[in-house]
């Protein structure tokens, strides 16, 4: 079946460091990938997609790659801030209306300023 | 435009007693999803929904019951709570128009306590 492994953390940054979470997967066909982000006492948001090989997903800062050949989906960012401080999940799901989306454990940030 | 809405925010129950939680969109859309968070495991699906008046189930399923009568709102039953049940429970919702986007848009959470 479908599934995603994400490093654990939690990972501990000081600002304006570089970021990188790794995020693989398993999966049947051609899945899109997604990286949402859950800040403290709030639900998941979309931080970026990518929904075919090759594609770079970005937003805020972040920017992540779906590579087929080495199936991963690893998420980066140049200089972290402290308000980047979160939980981040990667995620797979298919490039239609109806997604049974298959979550990682997700990987906590934190940001020392 | 509210989003993604759910109620209660905390509740904490006995053993034994019962619960609804509620959800409503105001984005009109199609699908709609049920999930559980618990430490270490990331979100598990519980059960969804495709349109008004359908339900199905996702990966954890026993111990809840859905509805959907409406279009708008999805409805989470534990019928008899169990201390396992201690979660925190998010809904979701994602359109069905052709093109999407598709990305599902996330409630704040509901954090349920089961002594």
């Known amino acids: 079946g479908n599934s995603v492994t994400q490093m654990e953390g939690p990972v501990t940054l000081s600002e304006e460091a570089f970021l990188t979470i790794n995020c693989t997967y398993t999966?049947?066909?051609?899945?899109?990938l997604f990286w949402y982000v859950q800040y403290p006492g709030e639900g998941l948001q979309l931080l970026l997609k990518?929904?075919?090989?090759?594609d770079k997903g970005s937003n805020k800062g972040f920017e992540a790659t779906y590579r087929k050949e080495t199936t991963s989906f690893h998420l980066e960012k140049g200089s972290v801030q402290v308000s980047d401080s979160a939980v981040y999940f990667c995620?797979?799901?298919?490039?239609?209306?109806?997604?049974?989306?298959?979550f990682g454990t997700g990987t906590r940030l934190l940001v020392s300023p | 435009n509210a989003g993604v809405t759910q109620t209660p925010k905390f509740r904490v129950l006995k053993t034994g007693q019962s619960m609804t939680l509620l959800c409503a969109q105001d984005?009109?859309?199609?699908?709609m999803y049920w999930y559980r968070q618990d430490p270490g495991m990331g979100l598990r699906l519980i059960h969804y929904?495709?349109?008004?008046?359908?339900?199905a189930k996702g990966e954890v399923p026993d111990g809840y019951n859905v509805s959907r009568l409406k279009k708008q709102n999805f409805l989470l039953g534990l019928e008899s709570a169990a201390p396992s049940q201690t979660s925190v429970y998010f809904c979701?919702?994602?359109?069905?128009?052709?093109?999407?986007?598709?990305?599902?848009?996330f409630g704040p959470g509901t954090r349920l306590t089961v002594t």
């Open positions: 979701a919702s994602s359109n069905g128009l052709a093109g999407g986007p598709y990305e599902q848009y």
């Open positions: 999966a049947t066909g051609y899945p899109s």
């Open positions: 990518a929904t075919k090989a090759d």
């Open positions: 995620a797979l799901g298919r490039n239609t209306g109806f997604q049974k989306l298959v």
């Open positions: 984005m009109n859309h199609e699908y």
């Open positions: 929904s495709v349109g008004e008046g359908t339900t």
